[in-house]
Structure formats: structure tokens, C-alpha cells
């Protein structure tokens, strides 16, 4: 797959069907994923898989749990997750959060059907930075794969049950980042297209100062390297 077309196209898939995926293809997703930058390349991650039906109907419980508990946070409009960023449309914003409710309560009434759940944790992984890159090949080499998913931290509010559950060695330090759902999914990839543009997210020289060229729509696959945006990089 071209890489344009991996980066426009990876969405949040959260309607998979159960269809398991294969262990090569496994492999090749997580071989992908371990070429993944992280500091002084000391690789303290660790991708811990679960496809057995009965630990899959308990995480079930749990995420299902951990999702009320998100989505009290949520009805407040307060934190990380919910909170609109400074000068962002307010009703496009509510209108996202409608629609990532409705896939995410699909993820949640159908999570035992998941194929495919990939932990993944580290030790100390700086707030994220030392991991997501990681992640983010994950789900870049599972789109390769026709392979969605979607990233969550809902189970993070069971730390001490998954952990035990999954049989962590919480001593040497590790701690989940985050965790994956993985599957083919039922919908059709499409680009991410509910983004705010380029020019309003981003600035030259200093805050607020013109980028210095608008992008009104996705540049893929259209107008993708188009001499006007090529020659401003
Ligand atoms: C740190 C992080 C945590 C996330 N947590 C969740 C989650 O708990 N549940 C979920 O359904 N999606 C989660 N997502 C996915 C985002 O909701 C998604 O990337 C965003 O809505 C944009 O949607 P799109 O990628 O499909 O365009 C998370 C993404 C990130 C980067």
C-alpha cells in the first residue's frame, strides 16, 4: 500500500467482524511495529495479545464498565478526551462526539466478538511518547493488512484486575499504555476527513502568524504533491 494512502485512510474502526486474523498476519503487524522509534532504543514494550473467548468475555465486563465511567467524565465536557481545543467549532465538535458514542457503543455491545485485543505496555513510556509511535505502526501496518481498530484506554481504569487477569509482572514496572481492538472491519476505509485544516491548526515563526498556505480539503489522493503545496514545503 502506498504510504499516503495508509496515513489518510487509517481511521478509528470500531465495527469489526470476527473473522480472526491469521497469525502471519499477526506477525508482520507487530514486526512492523517493533522498527518503531523509542528512546535510546531500549524497547521496553511489550504486545500482549488475547484471542481466548473467556478472558475476552471478562475484559468485556470490564471495558464495559470502564466506558460508563469515561462517559460520566464525558457528560461534564471536561477532560482530555471531551474538552474542544481552543477556538474550535463548537457544534462540529459536539456532532464528532455524537458519532464516536454511537461506533463506540457498538465497540462495547459487540467487544467479545473482537478477534483480536493487543495490549500494549511499557515501562515508563513517558507519558505516552515513548510508545505511541509503536501504536501507531500497529495500526498503520494492520490498514496494510485490511486490518482496523481502534486504540483505547478504557481498561486502564481496571488497572490492578487486567493486570492480574493477564498475569503482568506489575513488579518489574511495566504498565499498560493503552489497548487495541483489532479485526477486519465492516465499513468501507475512507480518509479522516473531520479534521480542522491545516492553516487553523498551525502557525510560522510565531503563534497566531500565518502559515502561509491554505489546504481547504484533504491533499489525498486528489491533489496530493500539487506544485502550489509542494513548493511551499
Ligand atoms: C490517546 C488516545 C486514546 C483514545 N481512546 C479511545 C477510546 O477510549 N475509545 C475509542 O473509541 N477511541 C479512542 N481513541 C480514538 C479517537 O477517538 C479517534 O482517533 C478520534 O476520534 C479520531 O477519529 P478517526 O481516527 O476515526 O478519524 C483514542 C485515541 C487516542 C490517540
Excluded: C
Excluded at 468475555?57 to 464498565?65: K, S
Excluded at 515513548?130 to 486490518?147: D, K, M, T, Y
Excluded at 487477569?165 to 506489575?170: A, D, E, K, S
Amino acid at each position: 500500500m502506498e504510504i499516503h494512502e495508509a496515513l489518510y485512510t487509517t481511521r478509528m474502526m470500531r465495527r469489526l467482524r470476527p473473522d480472526p486474523i491469521p497469525l502471519d498476519t499477526q506477525a508482520r503487524i507487530l514486526d512492523a511495529a517493533v522498527r518503531a522509534p523509542n528512546g535510546g532504543n531500549t524497547q521496553r514494550w511489550h504486545f500482549l495479545v488475547v484471542d481466548e473467548p473467556d478472558l475476552k468475555r471478562e475484559l468485556a465486563q470490564l471495558f464495559r464498565q470502564g466506558r460508563a465511567v469515561e462517559y460520566e467524565k464525558f457528560a461534564t465536557g471536561a477532560g482530555p478526551m471531551a474538552a474542544a481545543a481552543p477556538g474550535a467549532n463548537l457544534t462540529q465538535h459536539a456532532e464528532t462526539m455524537r458519532r464516536m458514542k454511537g461506533s463506540g457503543d457498538y465497540l462495547a455491545d459487540h467487544f467479545e466478538e473482537v478477534p483480536l485485543l493487543l495490549f500494549v505496555f511499557a515501562i515508563d513510556d513517558l507519558g505516552g511518547a515513548n510508545i505511541f509511535p509503536a501504536i501507531w505502526s500497529i495500526l498503520l501496518a494492520a490498514r496494510a493488512e485490511g486490518v482496523g481498530g481502534v486504540m483505547t484506554m478504557v481498561l486502564r481504569n481496571f488497572e490492578d484486575r487486567v493486570n492480574e487477569l493477564l498475569g503482568v509482572p506489575v513488579a518489574e514496572g511495566w504498565t499498560m499504555s493503552a489497548m487495541l481492538a483489532l479485526g477486519y472491519p465492516r465499513g468501507k476505509w475512507g480518509v479522516a476527513a473531520n479534521r480542522r485544516p491545516v492553516q487553523e491548526v498551525s502557525s510560522r515563526n510565531r503563534w497566531g502568524t500565518a502559515f502561509g498556505i491554505d489546504v481547504p480539503a484533504p491533499l489525498w489522493p486528489h491533489d496530493y504533491l500539487a506544485p502550489a503545496v509542494a513548493s511551499a514545503g
